[in-house]
């Protein structure tokens, strides 16, 4: 199981860069709780570089967390393989998702008169946003998904109790919940990257969960 350790790695790596993605691309010294989980209001205050280098990383930090839903899926191979198979495409999926999600960010706006903000016609802002919503809703199905899943494979003897309630929803909403009362400036910056750190959080648990049992 050691050899297979270098995916979780990588997906950690993944996730890391995607948090940092959306710090370039939505951080603002604000407060936790001020704007929507989207960020949307926040890319009105980003510069054309910040929105560019925001939605690249974004983009190819997806691909890399995957690494890590393959650790996942080589993890629980001996509970029930199928079912594993199913938890990695289900997790992948909720991440390709995020990565278009990333890229639409940028294209929410264009550059205004002064290079500092982005200025659309009203209609076409609406477009956008109606757009990134139906996308941040087809991540949702593969989120939830893999998180019962997840939670059903961890039912194992093989795992300690605690690991089944390490799953992505979980962490999620613990790290939404802890970011979302952080105060400015600070919470602005953090609360974009709650389901990205969350993502490491799950990795890092994984990898300490076979390691107890000798797997």
């Known amino acids: 199981m050691k050899s297979l350790n270098k995916y979780a790695y990588i997906g950690i790596a993944g996730a890391l860069a995607m948090a940092a993605s959306d710090i370039i691309l939505l951080g603002q010294p604000a407060s936790g709780s001020y704007y929507d989980l989207s960020s949307f209001g926040a890319v009105e205050h980003v510069g054309e570089l910040r929105a560019a280098l925001g939605s690249t990383l974004g983009m ?18 001996p509970v029930n393989e199928r079912s594993a198979t199913l938890l990695f495409i289900l997790l992948s999926s909720m991440m390709f998702v995020g990565g278009a999600f990333h890229a639409g960010y940028y ?88 389901i990205n750190l969350a993502t490491v ?10 390691a107890k049992q000798n797997l």
């Open 60 to 77: 190819v930090s997806a691909f890399f967390t995957c690494f890590g839903f393959w650790y996942l899926k080589r993890m629980f191979n």
């Open 107 to 194: 294209f929410l706006s264009q550059p205004g008169l002064n290079g500092h903000g982005y200025i659309l016609p009203q209609a076409t802002q609406e477009d956008f946003r109606a757009h990134l919503e139906m996308l941040s809703y087809l991540g949702v199905p593969g989120f939830v998904g893999g998180s019962i899943l997840f939670f059903k494979l961890a039912l194992n003897e093989r795992y300690p109790n605690w690991l089944r309630y390490c799953n992505p929803l979980i962490l999620t909403l613990i790290f939404l919940a802890l970011f979302y009362f952080l105060p400015a400036p600070v919470g602005g910056y953090i609360r974009p990257t709650f």
């Open 201 to 210: 959080a799950l990795f890092l648990f994984t990898l300490r969960a076979p």
